[in-house]
């Protein structure tokens, strides 16, 4: 069954340092986003993106954010400058229409120390 | 601000328990509702997805129901089983925000043996 794929599971970084997290959303999906869920917390809606640029963003995705979809297949989020409060689990998702369910991945734990 | 809540918080029952949780949300107007699982340090699984025009949806043992007017959603797991521990989140899609799916807490569910 196809799933979406995110790398790395876990990162630790450094603050001040820059981080890339990588997804690759389901092959025929057109519509894809990134979340994050701080422990203990409820999922929170970062950005979506679809035609090759954002459609909606939340007061969340400031400007250290930036999403990208360098190639057919990966869709990535970089935080340029992480923060202790940066530390969640990101969950990317797709989903083959704008309003259709949502297919998220494993999720990729940063850690900011 | 579309707000999402989920009753109870915890909840455990025993093995072959019928069971019901629930959802409210603030504001009517969504494109859908979707109900997810979460198991401990893992991704989300999308389980049932109840577009604003329906009122329920069937999968196996998993019953959603959605009443839009009154703000509500209710997942009916018939016959629980222990493989059924997990924590239960509920999420809309809404219509004129920024946010793609506004999630609740969730319910973190535990079947005993």
């Known amino acids: 069954e196809p799933e979406v794929t995110q790398t790395p599971s876990h990162q630790v970084t450094q603050m001040g340092q820059e981080v890339i997290l990588r997804c690759v959303p389901i092959?025929?999906?057109?519509?894809f986003y990134w979340y994050r869920q701080i422990l203990g917390q409820k999922v929170e809606f970062l950005v979506s993106?679809?035609?090759?640029?954002?459609?909606?963003k939340s007061e969340i995705f400031d400007d250290q954010f930036s999403v990208e979809r360098p190639d057919g297949s990966n869709f990535t989020l970089k935080i340029r400058s992480t923060k202790l409060e940066d530390s969640a689990m990101y969950f990317c998702?797709?989903?083959?229409?704008?309003?259709?369910?949502?297919?998220f991945g494993e999720g990729s734990r940063l850690t900011v120390l | 601000k579309q707000e999402v809540t989920q009753i109870p918080a915890a909840l455990s029952v025993p093995e072959g328990e019928n069971l019901v949780l629930n959802c409210s949300f603030t504001?009517?107007?969504?494109?859908?509702l979707q109900w997810f699982r979460q198991d401990p340090g893992k991704g989300l699984t999308s389980l049932l997805l109840?577009?604003?025009?329906?009122r329920e949806q069937t999968s196996g043992r998993l019953n959603a129901s959605l009443d839009k007017s009154s703000g509500r959603s209710t997942l009916y797991i018939a016959a629980s089983q222990p493989g059924d521990s997990a924590t239960y989140l509920c999420?809309?899609?809404?219509?004129?925000?920024?946010?793609?799916?506004?999630f609740g807490k969730g319910t973190k569910l535990t079947v005993n043996p």
């Open positions: 092959s025929n999906h057109l519509y």
């Open positions: 999420a809309v899609d809404i219509q004129g925000g920024s946010e793609k799916l506004v």
């Open positions: 109840i577009q604003s025009s329906q």
């Open positions: 504001d009517s107007a969504i494109y859908n």
């Open positions: 998702a797709s989903s083959v229409a704008a309003n259709g369910e949502l297919f």
């Open positions: 993106f679809y035609n090759n640029e954002i459609s909606e």
